[in-house]
């Protein structure tokens, strides 16, 4: 298994738009979606067969057994297009530089209400999923402030830590105001005029830089992840992502790097880790109420992107300990949910291909947090490196449902804020 590291250059603006169910207005992603990326791609793909020849327009089953297109795109192990999320961040005033390992915020992560930010210039940020979970289990109600007593509230977005240094990453926007034109006259026509909001191309303004997204796609076959390779990097400037393509829009430059995909030592590194932290400030609450530590082992399961689950044919936002089980294919009746951060909220599309509107989905918000425990630990490193690879949930191809297991931002506390 291989993945390709997929480094995105926005060459002009970005439509990356979200239509919300009985909204009149299309907002824009903050990051570019798996599903534009991949189908980005396959269009070039099907584009370069059909002008070599290679597929007959005529006929819809022109994916035959064994196919290239169909293994990247439609076997059952078909390749993961992972959301490309900003890579650029602010180093100093109207400063910006690429920055190229980017991390989510979990739910559990929280800042001051009133001085919300990563230090120095902000009272930080911390995360409070241990502390809630000893505090349950010891009896008692958390309500957490930061050292100084001032309120906190969930900080979310995207960033990157180096030298013990975090930034936020974000992405700025604007709207594009346009009119629609009467065919026949070739003149403004009445009464349609429209904007568009787009991601912008560079971030600053007196020193404008590019703006930058990282992604990732994972391929199970090494022989189709270099023929992908290859075909990206001979065309990496003629894709077209998001809409109004024909305006403009959409232009950018694709670099690609190939990965061997870790194994899951670091996984059992970071869960390690996890517990011995856990183990630490039980026995700080311990102060409360003595009680001894659970003879069990415990893991989080962090999203990383949103997440479409299902549990006995109904949609859900909480992975339940026999849908892990399920997308683990473990048979471990100790596994225990502990506790659930998540939320919900609906997505469509735009299916290109076949010239429709995707279903109308609810969706598990991103950064989502699960806390599991088992008495049987050494059974689920392997099987958390394949979620880690593959996703959980329904169209993990398209980058829904990807999951990272024990994130280190769970081992920073109030009382070392960053």
Same mark, same amino acid.
């Given at each position: 298994m291989k993945q390709i590291i997929l480094t995105i250059t926005a060459q002009a603006p970005l439509a990356i738009g979200q239509q919300k169910p009985g909204g009149s207005v299309s907002e824009a992603f903050d990051y570019i979606p798996g599903s534009v990326i991949r189908g980005a791609i396959a269009a070039k793909i099907l584009q370069? !067969?059909? #002008?070599? @020849?290679?597929?007959?327009?005529? *006929? /819809?089953?022109?994916?035959?057994?064994?196919?290239? +297109?169909?293994?990247?795109?439609?076997?059952?192990?078909?390749?993961?297009?992972?959301?490309?999320?900003?890579?650029?961040?602010?180093?100093?005033?109207?400063?910006?530089?690429?920055?190229?390992?980017?991390?989510?915020?979990?739910?559990?992560?929280?800042?001051?209400?009133?001085?919300?930010?990563?230090?120095?210039?902000?009272?930080?940020?911390?995360?409070?999923?241990?502390?809630?979970?000893? !505090?349950? #289990?010891? @009896?008692?109600?958390?309500?957490? *402030? /930061?050292?100084?007593?001032?309120?906190?509230?969930? +900080?979310?977005?995207?960033?990157?830590?180096?030298?013990?240094?975090?930034?936020?990453?974000?992405?700025?926007?604007?709207?594009?105001?346009?009119?629609?034109?009467n065919r026949r006259r070739a003149t403004a026509e009445e009464q349609i005029l429209y904007s568009i909001e787009v991601l912008n191309e560079t971030q600053g303004k007196k020193e404008p830089q590019p703006s930058v997204y990282r992604s990732a796609i994972v391929v199970d076959d090494d022989g189709l992840a270099d023929q992908l390779c290859d075909f990206i990097t001979h065309r990496r400037e003629e894709f077209r992502l998001g809409g109004s393509a024909s305006r403009g829009l959409g232009k950018v430059h694709l670099a690609v790097e190939l990965q061997n995909t870790t194994g899951d030592q670091e996984i059992q590194s970071r869960v390690s880790a996890f517990n011995t932290k856990l183990k630490k400030h039980w026995e700080q609450w311990n102060i409360f109420n003595s009680k001894p530590f659970p003879d069990r082992h415990f893991f989080t399961l962090d999203l990383q992107s949103d997440a479409i689950l299902t549990e006995d044919w109904q949609r859900t936002m909480v992975i339940s300990k026999k849908m892990l089980r399920d997308y683990a294919g473990i048979e471990d009746d100790t596994l225990e949910l502990e506790l659930s951060y998540s939320s919900y909220d609906y997505r469509s599309g735009w299916n290109a291909?076949?010239?429709?509107?995707?279903?109308?989905?609810?969706?598990?918000?991103?950064?989502?947090?699960?806390?599991?425990?088992?008495?049987?630990?050494?059974?689920?490193?392997?099987?958390?490196?394949?979620?880690?690879?593959?996703?959980?949930?329904?169209?993990?191809?398209?980058?829904?449902?990807?999951?990272?297991?024990?994130?280190?931002?769970?081992l920073i506390f109030r009382e070392n804020a960053v």
């Open positions: 370069q !067969a059909q #002008e070599a @020849g290679q597929i007959d327009t005529t *006929n /819809d089953n022109f994916n035959q057994p064994g196919d290239n +297109f169909q293994a990247l795109f439609l076997d059952q192990q078909a390749a993961v297009f992972q959301n490309a999320y900003p890579a650029i961040a602010k180093t100093s005033d109207d400063h910006y530089a690429v920055i190229c390992k980017i991390s989510l915020l979990p739910a559990t992560a929280l800042s001051s209400k009133t001085n919300s930010g990563f230090k120095p210039k902000n009272a930080g940020v911390f995360d409070s999923l241990i502390d809630s979970f000893c !505090a349950k #289990e010891h @009896g008692h109600f958390y309500e957490p *402030n /930061d050292l100084t007593g001032d309120r906190v509230e969930p +900080f979310k977005g995207f960033y990157s830590e180096q030298e013990n240094t975090y930034r936020s990453h974000s992405i700025s926007k604007r709207l594009l105001t346009r009119v629609g034109i291909a076949w010239g429709l509107q995707k279903d109308v989905e609810l969706i598990t918000n991103m950064a989502s947090v699960y806390l599991f425990s088992t008495e049987q630990p050494d059974r689920w490193y392997e099987p958390l490196h394949r979620l880690e690879q593959r996703g959980v949930g329904d169209r993990t191809p398209e980058g829904f449902g990807q999951v990272k297991v024990c994130d280190p931002f769970h």
